[in-house]
């Protein structure tokens, strides 16, 4: 899409004011709960079904395709990543009334950094036609790594700090203990942060590190910078409530890894024969259409094989399918 200045101005603009709503309405610490999260989990994807229809009415069949499957993507690898927030806030102890404010101001950071790398590509891809083959082999070589990940049971490891981090808590120090949502302090005369500010640091680098597949993900879906900044924001913004939805059905997600290896494995094939066709080598093209019928397919595959195995692990032990337990006096 030809999308003007004044257009992506005005995007930002309504962007960074659902965040400030956002931030007034979550801005006292409180304890989210199902309720809160579930209604706000439904306006964002009402948001961006919203946002969908517009690209429909100004920029036709073709735009909206790609932003949904953009939006369909980028979510389902966030869900893939709220395993590793779980880890994070269980390291650092974070209060339950404080994880809120940790996973808003993690998010912006990913918003403001992710846009940087969105535009960084948009860069490379416009000056390297080559830089396809890369991106494709990046996406099937980390599909690989998913299912070796999951085979170990990766979602079970302690989270280690990054090595920036480490480096950040040397310089400044940290404080013993939380002080409310303060994120410095005044300590024996120094200026010490907090550990509210080392756990959000934590949640956006961490987030850094997710976008090195997710933006090659959403290239091979769509090349308009538009497209992907506004999937990715959609799908990002409304993390924070999904957080607290599904957090406890994290764990029955078992082979969410595995459709998430699946999809990338196929944009990485699919990034793949777009460079051997841009290179004029005669290769057929995988459609958006047929894209994103792919990806709902294998998610929604994904989600009833992975309840159905994590219900199967809570029957008692001992009772097979379609077995009538032993009951006593029977």
Known sequence: MNVSLNVWLLTVAALCALVAVDFLIGRKPHDVSVKEAGTWTIVWIVLACLFGVGLYAFGGGQPTGEFFAGYITEKSLSVDNLF???LIMGKFAVPSQYQQRVLMVGV???LVLRAVFIA???AIIS????VFYLFGAFLIWTAWKLVEDARKEGHDEEYEENKLLKAVEKRFGVA???HGTKLWIEENGKRVMTPMLVVMLAIGSTDVLFALDSIPAIYGLTEDPYIVFTANAFALMGLRQLYFLIGGLLKKLVHLSYGLSIILGFIGVKLLLHAL???GVHVPEISIPFSLGFIVLVLAIT????LRAAKRQEEPEGVAEGEAPNRPGL
Do not use: K, L, P
């Open 108 to 110: 912006v950071m990913a």
């Open 176 to 178: 013993d203990r939380y």
């Open 127 to 130: 000056t390297f036609s080559w």
């Open 277 to 279: 066709h841009e290179s």
């Open 120 to 122: 960084a590509g948009a």
């Open 303 to 306: 989600t009833f094989t992975s």
């Open 84 to 86: 590793v927030f779980v």
